[in-house]
């Protein structure tokens, strides 16, 4: 889809041009957004409309255009996007252009181009090497950096409703825990059967309730049966998932029966001491050993993980990255080829991860609490599904559906 | 006392094709042209009470007598026409010659935005209409109306033989209309109909429409009208005008008739 701006001037509504114009717009097969209207308050005073008219394809848009410009309609006068170099080292120039996570394109001597590495809260960067504008994060610009700046020459595409019209598609941003999860996740485990055949990517970015509320098996599963091919975590939840593999417990608990285990707080800080002094996850999955759980499936799987430390982990494990500038960047660079993205029991994970995905990117947020999937559905995706349920039972039911024997 | 700008048929003929009227192999009679334009200009000054200023013709200029395509005038204001056919657009600099030495003020469009004047541009006291596309583009209202305070309703001409909207639709002076809807699109003919009630409203037959029963000139309770258009006139007569019919066979070969040959001053 692409569209333009129109705008119409004068006595359009006594003289029936603007009905006629949308009338038109819809006949040529487009279709249109009133962006603005001022209606004349006598009979003498003109009024004004502001038009967004979309079209699938530039063909049918420029026939649009040109039809309408025959009633009076004008293409809203447009302008090169502007550029001014970066002052510093990890500094925008003053008045520079956030980006939303919305497709943008900006108008380059006098042509549209888009946006590549759409992401939210970025800068604008035209690289004199590369004809295509790509968003920068705030820390990566370098001085002297051409970052676009002001509005002009910018435009954004509001999300279509996807074509396929399943659960991603008839959901919208509502979050309740009063909503039965049953026909959701049938859903979302369709979306991922599908994914799988065409070798898109699934993303997963989970907390550490996984492990201690029982969802380790049924994520192994998932992992181990080629439907997630990318995680994000922090330091807890590997090392709670290879404390369930070297003590049976999480955090100290057992898995089983849920009694704590003597000096059981002691069992992650052994499992983290334990990797480090093998030097890193893959080597002790490659020596034996961790054969069980989420990680031993990462490697086994090639499954990508990006592991982003905080302030209170401990250790932290071998390939946490502890610079956050660094885990976005790492996180960033994994996300070309994800289609879908599960935010599980992480607000931390969650929250990032839905700051650097695209708003095309349909996106299932689980968390009991009520607010992560409600901040999640805000960032105005049409393909965001908010679950409010626990953690272990979402990862359970969902691997159920696709073939998970407990 | 009505006021218009005529132009003597001196170098009158049919020397191009601009609209479906016109047939240079036809051509048209310069001794009856000349006869049926003085008949036009007799019943207007001596029927009609009306004052007529003379142009001088221009040799090689054959429509300048169709003057009401020079521009739009108000008051002592004149926004001038830019013709959207080379063939006519030379006579712009006699037109806007004369309007300057008879002391108006001439306002100009922007260059390439055609607008062919009272033929296109049509109204009473307060409301005024703005035929389209096919010669005079509609963004030229935004202009004429900001430079005369008018509200200009465009209109939109689908039939290519009513070509400028004074070809079929006539605005009367006691608030009615003589039209051939059948020359606006639905949209067009909506307009039309929510300013003018039925009862004031006259839909010329398409045979009169042909014979340019719209293209007519309204002085006061006159209605000079080209002949050939008994029931239109049988209309006018009812609602209280006196109507004069003139042979104007020899100008409807180019596609006009008594609306196209006056241009009114005032």
Known sequence: MTHETIVLHGHIIDSLLLPKVLDHILQYGGSFEIAHIRIGKTREEPSDARIIVHAESPERLAEIIAAVQAHGASVEKEADCQWQEAPADGVFPDDFYVTTHLLTEVRVHGKWVPVKEIEMDLGIWLDRNDPAPHTVPMAEVRKGDQIAVGREGIRVTPLERPAHLDVFGFMGAQVSSERPHGHLITGIARRMQALRRSEARILLAGGPAIIHGGGREPLAWLIESGYIHVLFCGNALAAHDMEAHLYGTSLGLHLEGGSLAHHGHEHHLRTINRIRAIGSIEEAVRQGVITTGIMAACVRRGVKIVMAGTIRDDGPLPGVITDSVQAQAAMRATLPGVELALLVASTLHAVATGNLLPASVPTVCVDVNPAVPTKLADRGSLQAIGLVMDAASFLRELARHLGWKE | ?266
Not at chain 2, 76 to 100: A, D, I, K
Not at chain 2, 141 to 146: I, K, L, M
Request: with cysteine; hydrophobic share 40%; glycine share 10%.
């Open chain 2, 1 to 266: 006392m009505s006021r218009f700008l005529v132009c003597p048929p001196d170098h009158y003929q049919i020397a191009y094709e601009i609209n479906p009227w016109m047939d240079v192999k036809r051509g048209a009679d310069p001794t009856v042209a000349r006869v049926q334009w003085n008949a036009l200009a007799a019943v207007l000054e001596k029927n009609c009470g009306a004052t007529l200023e003379r142009i001088v013709p221009v040799a090689g200029l054959p429509d300048m007598v169709f003057t009401t395509n020079a521009g739009i005038v108000a008051g002592h204001t004149v926004v001038l026409s830019q013709f959207r056919y080379p063939e006519r657009q030379p006579e712009e600099t006699p037109f806007e010659q004369w309007f300057e030495s008879h002391g108006y003020e001439v306002k100009r469009l922007p260059p390439g935005l055609f607008f062919e004047g009272g033929g296109d541009m049509l109204g009473t006291r307060n409301m005024w209409f703005g035929g389209y596309p096919q010669r005079t583009d509609i963004r030229a209202y935004r202009y004429v109306g900001e430079f005369l305070g008018r509200e200009i309703l465009p209109l939109e001409l689908v039939d290519p033989r009513f070509y400028h909207l004074d070809t079929c639709f006539c605005p009367l002076s006691g608030g009615e209309v003589i039209w051939f809807p059948g020359a606006f699109d639905r949209y067009g003919q909506a307009a039309v109909m929510e300013r003018f009630p039925a009862e004031k409203r006259i839909a010329v037959p398409e045979e009169e429409a042909v014979r340019f029963a719209c293209n007519a000139v309204c002085i006061g309770k006159h209605v000079v009208i080209p002949e050939g258009s008994p029931s239109t006139m049988e209309r006018l007569e009812k609602l209280g005008y006196a109507t004069h019919a003139v042979g104007l066979s020899e100008f409807i070969k180019s596609g006009g008739a008594a609306k196209c040959l006056t241009l009114a001053l005032d």
